[in-house]
Antibody, heavy 115, light 110 residues
């Protein structure tokens, strides 16, 4: 069964850092683009970043450029999102998604930025 | 980054047909077409359609997608209670080098 499991969410103060992980199983992780998408409470979906199969190409939404870093470890079938200088507006459920076109989604992990 | 435009809500009766729209520009919708996602309350999104009208396995034929110029559409026929959900379109924007999403359409089945 294809599965994505996010972890690492929690409560963090403004200006703080958090690292999210996404563990993959049931498919050949190293052959797929991977993506982070977030959803603020009661709001729509927002694409955050994606990374190609070998990690050589990374793209970010403007609002997180310079603060967030997407990475992957194909040997560990894992996707990561390092989030620094967090702001209240980063408060969201963060989903990881597999594939070129958001084929499969995890259940998400909640990140709350608040003092 | 500019997003795609979707109507906030659409309401139709049971067994009727609903058509949801998604408008962008030549750099996104008009470039490679859109992805359509369905999200039920409290659940992650699910892929319904990609590259205009390709359905993943397991997705009902009642869902069909199309595109005309810079506007994409998702048509849901024979509406069922379980079709009540939020629907999002998304497309790669070659000018922004990013994915852009629509604000979502809440489909209500009366």
């Amino acid at each position: 069964e294809v599965q994505l499991v996010e972890s690492g969410g929690g409560l963090v103060q403004p200006g703080g850092s958090l690292s999210l992980s996404c563990g993959a199983s049931g498919f050949i992780f190293s052959t797929h683009w991977m993506t982070w998408v977030r959803q603020a409470p009661g709001k729509g979906l927002e694409w955050v970043a994606n990374i190609n199969q070998d990690g050589s190409k990374k793209y970010y939404v403007d609002s997180v450029k310079g603060r967030f870093t997407i990475s992957r470890d194909n040997a560990k079938n894992s996707l990561y999102l390092q989030m620094n200088s967090l702001r209240a507006e980063d408060t969201s459920v963060y989903y990881c998604s597999m594939g070129d076109v958001f084929d499969i989604w995890g259940q998400g992990t909640m990140v709350t930025v608040s003092s | 980054q500019a997003g795609l435009t979707q109507p906030p809500s659409v309401s139709k009766g049971l067994r009727q047909t609903a058509t949801l729209t998604c408008t962008g520009n030549g750099n996104n919708v008009g470039f490679e077409g859109v992805v359509w996602l369905q999200q039920h309350q409290g659940h992650p999104p699910k892929l319904l359609s990609y590259k205009n009208n390709n359905r993943p396995s397991g997705i009902s034929e009642r869902f069909s997608a199309s595109r005309s110029g810079n506007t994409a559409s998702l048509t849901v026929t024979g509406l069922q209670p379980e079709d009540e959900a939020d629907y999002y379109c998304s497309a790669w924007d070659k000018g922004l080098d990013s994915w852009v999403f629509g604000g979502g359409t809440k489909l209500t089945v009366l």
